[in-house]
């Protein structure tokens, strides 16, 4: 059903702009709005980097991993000639692993089938892999000016807060993506990073600068008792608890054994200490060899969908019959493709 917004006319996207121009952040990845008046032009390779990188994760923790990346492979065609498991290993602790594997696929997509220039709509950049809704209408908008509504979480908090939605925003998303189309003017992509920044400084998540924003004249949450009370929360469901045993195995030297996750499925293709299943109920532990065994602790890790409790064992034993994997020096151990969830594993063992 569709809602009636409070304030169903488009937003000031000059006031917006002027804000724009005076406040706008300094990113690694951003062209500043004078050097885009003067006719420099955003790298699309650089800004698709950086969207995909800050999917669920904080500016903050993206800006090394972007340079990094950008070090190492300069361009998308460096990115598509390089292993999936550099890549990998480069992105370890960014969360979201199925991201590096698309991205890694996307750079090869773009050499080979758009002689590593990235399409200039929204339309042709969700053909590309791990390129959604959101993504594309970014990429299209900071580099190429497309006048396409540009909604994330933060300008789904600013629009819930401009309507006082009175509703969870999920209920509401095409209202909210339609008052943003509304709005977008010629300058689409310094309008979209405006917005950006409005969330991200301005209309934060646990605190607002109304008097500071350009769009308090017409905001409808800031004229309530709590402004923060927008986005109107949804009803909370409780995640599922699945449990499993982790074995961290070392030899006489002090090596540590590890291997590589099935390439599909969840941190697919990442590194790992061998596991049992992972299941709703707790098992008895069955260790992949022989040894003394010592509890060394427990790690709780919460994925998207389910919350994991892992108990973790540790044992020094022989490197012959564990299968495919490979012996690692405790020392190397932060160059490998590691999640978080088993460098927890590792540090409660007593590594990392």
């Not at 602790?93 to 991205?103: C, E, I, P, Q, S």
């Not at 982790?246 to 990442?270: E, H, I, T």
Request: glycine share 6%; hydrophobic share 45%.
């Amino acid at each position: 059903m569709t809602l009636h917004l409070a304030n169903p006319h488009p937003l000031d996207a000059p006031a917006v702009l002027a804000w724009y121009d005076r406040h706008a952040r300094d990113l690694p990845w951003r062209i500043p709005p004078a050097e885009r008046r003067a006719g420099i032009r955003p790298d699309p390779y650089r800004v698709w980097l950086s969207e995909v990188m800050l999917q669920q994760t904080t500016v903050a923790a993206v800006k090394a991993y972007f340079t990094r990346f950008t070090n190492l492979w300069p361009s998308v065609h460096d990115l598509a000639a390089a292993p999936l498991d550099a890549v990998l290993r480069e992105w370890a602790g960014l969360g979201y692993y199925a991201r590096a594997r698309n991205l890694h696929a996307c750079a090869q997509v773009v050499v080979r089938d758009h002689g590593g220039v990235f399409p200039a709509t929204s339309a042709a950049l969700r053909t590309l892999p791990g390129i959604g809704a959101y993504t594309s209408a970014a990429i299209a908008a900071i580099c190429f000016d497309e006048p396409v509504a540009v909604l994330d979480g933060n300008l789904d908090r600013v629009l819930a807060r401009y309507h006082a939605l009175p509703v969870p925003v999920r209920e509401a998303k095409e209202d909210l993506r339609a008052t943003l189309q509304a709005s977008v003017p010629a300058r689409a992509g310094d309008f979209a990073q405006a917005m950006m920044d409005l969330g991200a400084t301005i209309c934060a998540p646990r605190k607002v600068a109304c008097l500071l924003c350009p769009l308090q004249p017409g905001c409808r949450g800031t004229r309530t008792a709590d402004p923060v009370a927008f986005p109107v929360k949804p009803a909370k469901t409780d995640k599922p608890t699945r449990h499993g045993h982790a074995y961290v195995m070392r030899d006489a030297d002090g090596d540590v054994f590890l291997r590589s996750r099935p390439g599909k499925g969840l941190l697919a293709g990442m590194t790992e200490v061998p596991t049992t299943e992972w299941s709703s109920t707790a098992h008895e532990t069955i260790p992949p060899v022989s040894a003394a065994w010592r509890l060394a602790g427990q790690v709780v890790h919460v994925f998207t969908h389910f919350r994991l409790e892992l108990d973790v064992w540790t044992a020094t034993v022989s490197p012959e019959g564990l299968g495919d994997g490979w012996w690692a020096d405790p020392g190397t151990l932060r160059s490998e493709a590691l999640p978080t969830l088993f460098r927890k594993v590792l540090a409660t063992a007593g590594l990392q």
